[in-house]
């Protein structure tokens, strides 16, 4: 896969990462609905060793709803989360999606948590789908 770059809404933080794109999940998860203020999020997993980011990130972590402790990284200025740091994906940075500067390559692989889903959203009929995250 090409290199993948991109950042926070007023460009405080940027980040780039190389290598091969090892998921792209489409999450609908009650918690990232509150966190996004959308239906979904997708995200793009990478080695965290091929990964880096350049500015300062804040940092709120919880559990998620599978009881796995959750780092969710967000640029201090402007709100825009960028990435996330999840025990059920270790050494993995899961990129928020909608934050690389090229969209076009994004293409959901598989959906997530669709008991959480919206009932208008189809999306869960349409591809590999788990009602939660898969063990």
Not at 21 to 29: A, G, N, Q, S, T
Not at 122 to 129: F, G, Q, R, V
Request: charged share 20%; hydrophobic share 35%; aromatic share 8%.
């Amino acid at each position: 896969m090409p290199n993948m770059n991109g950042g926070c809404l007023c460009g405080d933080v940027r980040y780039s990462a190389s290598g091969v794109w090892d998921i792209e999940p489409h999450y609908e998860v009650e918690d990232c609905q509150r966190r996004t203020g959308s239906a979904f999020v997708e995200v793009v997993a990478v080695p965290k060793e091929a990964f880096s980011v350049q500015g300062r990130l804040q940092t709120f972590s919880h559990t998620g709803d599978s009881g796995r402790k959750l780092d969710r990284k967000f640029c201090p200025r402007c709100g825009s989360p960028v990435f996330v740091e999840a025990e059920g994906f270790p050494g993995m940075a899961l990129i928020m999606g909608g934050t690389l500067d090229d969209t076009t390559s994004l293409t959901p692989t598989m959906a997530l948590f669709c008991d959480s889903a919206q009932p208008w959203l189809a999306i869960c009929h349409e591809m590999k789908s788990f009602p939660r995250m898969p063990s």
